[in-house]
């Protein structure tokens, strides 16, 4: 069985377990968001997830980390994500003095086929004490209608940064595509990831393109199958992880262990980064704000 696998900051903001793990589970693709913002005064991460398989359709989760101690006595909330199916609603959790309101609307969302998450027509708002913290979306005008809350209650928003795109990707072959920013103001840039190791392949190689460009290429990937490369996206330096060990030697299941990929804007990277160490220094990187991390699961059946 697939051992689970957790995500880059700790077990105990979420944990995302191998979809097909019991029989008669679909595989389903996710796409976790994860914003950096201010509740309170303080430095707070909140997650959105966004999901889609075949049997249960499309639904999002949020999750707030209340792990920081300030925020913790400020708010409370169960450690497990909270997860929405419905289309359209507002809910409040928690107890205590910093009651949190979701507000959501996805009811004429636009979706690029085969993605979670939704690309406009849409809004998800995270409210902590009257003060709005989160506004995912482009629907801005609506959500405000919604909520009604007062203009100096949005001052949070000025210092929200997406800081981390998370994507757990299923398929039968080994070749994903995704499109994704580097920066707040940047491009959206294809990224295409091909790894070849079928029988009638004389050399295995890994390949990875940006807008049909070819920025990496591994060969002899027996001996580098875990590695990284510096590329420029965008005008900016931008670390390249790959970890395919388990596409490269295979596995005894019928489903591999997922290839993990890391698109990282910090500049302050080693080899030992990833995959041993990259969990640490990723969350210590985007708590002082100096990256931008795109992180890939790609998962695919035995061939």
Sequence with gaps: MMRDFVSCFSEKVVEIRDPKRNSGENAQDMIACVYQTHVAGYTQIITVTWMKNNTA????????????????????????????????????????????????????????????????????????????????????????????????????????????KKKYMSGESKHYSTRSKFCNNGLTHDITINCETSDGVKEPYLEIRIDKKRIVLVERLKWNFRGNQTILIDHLPVEVFWDVHSWVFGSSN?????????????????????????????????????AFSLIIFASTEVE
């Design 57 to 164: 359709g499309r639904r999002f989760s949020i999750q707030i980390d209340n792990s920081n101690d300030h925020c913790r006595g400020f708010f409370k909330l169960e450690n497990t994500p909270w997860l929405s199916s419905k289309k359209k609603g507002s809910k409040i959790l928690g107890s205590g003095s910093g009651k949190v309101g979701i507000h959501w609307d996805l009811s004429l969302a636009r979706f690029e086929t085969g993605v979670p998450e939704p690309m406009e027509k849409y809004y998800v708002a995270v409210v902590v004490d009257l003060e709005l913290v989160l506004l995912v979306g482009d629907m801005i005008g609506e959500a405000q209608k919604k909520i009604k809350i007062a203009h100096d209650h949005y001052n949070s928003l000025s210092n929200v940064m997406l800081i981390a």
């Design 254 to 290: 019928r489903r591999l262990r997922p290839a993990m990929f890391m698109f990282q804007t910090s500049g302050h990277s080693s080899e030992r980064a990833f995959p041993w160490y990259y969990h640490q220094k990723f969350r210590e990187s985007q708590m002082n704000g100096l």
